[in-house]
């Protein structure tokens, strides 16, 4: 069993940054695969960035070149670094851990993105 919690959201003005975190409990959270997905209101849930257990990592599209995932396994934390937000950015963050076939998901957390 994993358990995630999520923090650092909030308001960022259009074009500012701000940084996920997302804390895990658990001994062997350096094998997990580990995401951020987002949900928009309307929306459907959509998979932001992904690390894997070796540090590779993939983004979608909409965030390639402003957004940054990693990984500190000796914390047991996933960040996300968001540049250059826009209003598009605004959502419910999640972060989960898999392993194995299971997927562990955080509470959420909450971007807006406005002026």
């Known amino acids: 069993q994993v358990q995630l919690v999520e923090s650092g959201g909030g308001l960022v003005q259009p074009g500012g940054s701000l940084r996920l975190s997302c804390a895990a409990s658990?001994?062997?959270?350096?094998?997990?695969?580990l995401h951020w997905y987002r949900q928009a209101p309307g929306n459907r849930r959509e998979l932001v960035a992904l690390i894997t257990s070796d540090g590779s990592t993939n983004y979608t599209a909409s965030v390639k070149g402003r957004f940054t995932i990693s990984r500190d396994n000796a914390k047991n934390t996933v960040y996300l670094q968001m540049n250059s937000r826009k209003p598009e950015d605004t959502a419910v963050y999640y972060c989960t851990a898999g392993r194995l076939g299971v997927n562990y998901w955080g509470q959420g957390t909450q971007v807006t993105v406005s002026s």
């Open positions: 658990g001994s062997i959270f350096s094998s997990y695969v």
